[in-house]
């Protein structure tokens, strides 16, 4: 089993940034990839972005690609999401995950473990 909980979310204006950390206990965080999910009321649960093992790939959706940056701190068991130039779109709450495969995917049917979710909150 592999625990995760997320911190960081918070209301924020249009424009603004704020960083998102997943804290993960249970199993050996380097064996697992992690991503960013997000889901917006009445809409189905998306994929933000993903970080291999060791962190030396990356994927992002092309919404969030040249504002958010995904990171991973293997000494803290830490995932980050730092989201920059936020919109009102961004608006979700947003998911860590993660998956005993090596490099990560973008399907969330691939994840086995999830966090309880961040509320993002960006007003116009």
């Known amino acids: 089993q592999v625990q995760l909980v997320e911190s960081g979310g918070g209301l924020v204006q249009a424009g603004g940034s704020l960083r998102l950390s997943c804290a993960a206990s249970?199993?050996?965080?380097?064996?697992?990839?992690m991503a960013w999910f997000r889901q917006a009321p009445g809409k189905e649960r998306e994929f933000v972005a993903a970080i291999s093992r060791s962190g030396g790939t990356t994927y992002y959706a092309d919404s969030v690609k040249g504002r958010f940056t995904i990171s991973r701190d293997s000494a803290k068991n830490t995932v980050y999401l730092q989201m920059n130039s936020l919109k009102p779109d961004d608006t979700a709450v947003y998911y860590c995950?993660?998956?005993?495969?090596?490099?990560?995917?973008?399907?969330?049917?691939?994840?086995?473990?999830w966090g309880q979710g961040a509320q993002v909150t960006v007003s116009s």
């Open positions: 249970g199993r050996t965080f380097s064996n697992y990839a």
């Open positions: 995950a993660a998956d005993i495969s090596i490099l990560p995917k973008v399907d969330k049917a691939a994840y086995d473990y």
